[in-house]
């Protein structure tokens, strides 16, 4: 790795800090003024608590604030050079970003990969992304979050006995990039990052509770109360790719059977699709399989969107398989928003109504009459803007 990627990322001193530079990040340049009424602190103390962070090189000014008569005070932002790596590992891509650190995306690139080649093959592969982007936005490295596509203990940073994910259990990738890149490092489920992702910059954006819904090669469910993420005791809370819905469905990647993910998502669209071309209900992806070999759930898109009949019911079954567990989320947590997002969310408005009318259908009036649900406007930057804000998160807590 170049000089550069093992920066040692300044040290916060105070709790008054923390809240300081969470408060820019969060709500951009402030004056000391701002800053003071904001955190309920005399303006004395403001000013030592910015003087020591523009010592560490932190924050800095950034011109005169809006005149509140007399004399113009001077704004204070997040210094323009700070970098947080950001990673997304999907079951089959992933895709890494570097942000400054207000979580605004630099540079970001996306590249196939194999989760299951292992945690030393993929992280390699991470590493050398991030050493290429840094190059793009160079800066100082102040922290690095990473989203895994399996069950993660937040507190540990790994993953713990993840489905897909062989060779990862219990690896320490939080220890692993650390060591590479030489700062504070999170590591989170992909889902949760994601949910961050929307609730801090997408269509959710400021909404407190939320249920964000991540169809891929899987299905994943992260949950928002109270403007954070609730991950429960071991941290699987939102697995609900792996609720069961039949006692004898079909075999799902966890080894059990009947999983809404052995129904639905990437690699059940693509399974049922090539059953419906073999059987000879779907001439669409007939001739795809006979020019390529293969289906995947894009196919299956495709033709649903051309009026293929067979693809159109496997959506719509999807769909509303799909839609029985949110509505039994919904119930449960009564969120202020649903948000659909993941690969196969790009199947559009067909499967969002066949979700919707499910929810509607199946949830109390009371916590469904103002619940927008709605596909996700950020598509694969969500989980990378997700990642990068639990970073700052931790870059920016009391370290002395």
């Known amino acids: 790795m170049s000089t550069a990627s093992t920066t040692e990322h ?73 970098r947080v790596l950001s990673v997304d590992v999907g079951a089959t891509s992933v895709g890494v970003a570097l942000t400054d650190a207000s979580c605004e995306v630099l540079v970001h690139t996306v590249e196939d990969c194999d989760v299951r080649q292992g945690p030393h093959a993929v992280l390699k592969r991470v590493a050398a992304l991030a050493e290429k982007i840094r190059e793009e936005a160079p800066g100082k490295l102040i922290a690095a979050g990473i989203g895994l596509p399996g069950p993660v203990s937040f507190a540990e940073g790994m993953a713990v006995a993840p489905p897909i994910m062989p060779g990862w259990d219990r690896f320490s990738v939080r220890d692993h990039l650390g060591g590479v890149l030489r700062c504070p490092i999170t590591v989170d489920n992909d889902v949760n990052s994601m949910a961050l992702g929307e609730r801090h910059a997408g269509v959710a954006r400021s909404i407190d509770d939320l249920v964000f819904v991540k169809i891929g090669t899987g299905i994943g469910c992260g949950i ?123 199947l559009g408005h067909q499967l969002l109504a066949e979700i919707r009318s499910s929810v509607y259908r199946r949830s109390l009036p009371l916590a469904t009459g103002n619940l927008p649900i709605v596909l996700s406007e950020l598509g694969d930057t969500a989980g990378v803007i997700g990642a990068a804000w639990s970073a700052t998160d931790r870059a920016f807590t009391l370290s002395s």
Do not use: W
Request: with cysteine.
């Open 224 to 346: 928002v109360l109270g403007g954070k993420v609730y991950r429960g005791v071991a941290g699987t809370a939102g697995d609900i790719g792996h609720i069961r819905l039949d006692d004898y469905g079909p075999t799902c990647a966890c080894g059990e059977t009947g999983c809404l993910e052995a129904y639905f998502g990437g690699a059940a669209l693509a399974r049922d699709g090539l059953t419906l071309a073999r059987s000879g209900r779907s001439t669409y992806l007939a001739d795809v399989v006979a020019a390529r070999g293969a289906i995947t759930a894009q196919d299956v898109g495709r033709a649903a969107a051309s009026g293929d009949f067979g693809a159109v019911n496997l959506i719509r079954d999807g769909g509303r398989r799909l839609g029985q567990v949110v509505a039994s989320l919904v119930s449960f947590v009564n969120p202020g928003m649903v948000v659909i997002g993941g690969g196969v969310a790009q």
């Open 10 to 82: 300044p040290m916060v001193e105070t709790r008054h800090q923390t809240q300081l530079l969470t408060l820019l990040r969060d709500e951009g340049p402030m004056s000391r003024v701002e800053l003071g009424e904001r955190l309920e602190l005399p303006r004395a103390r403001v000013g030592a608590e910015v003087a020591r962070l523009a010592e560490v090189g932190l924050v800095e000014t950034a011109g005169p604030s809006a005149s509140r008569g007399g004399r113009r005070s001077t704004l204070v932002r997040l210094a323009g050079d700070l």
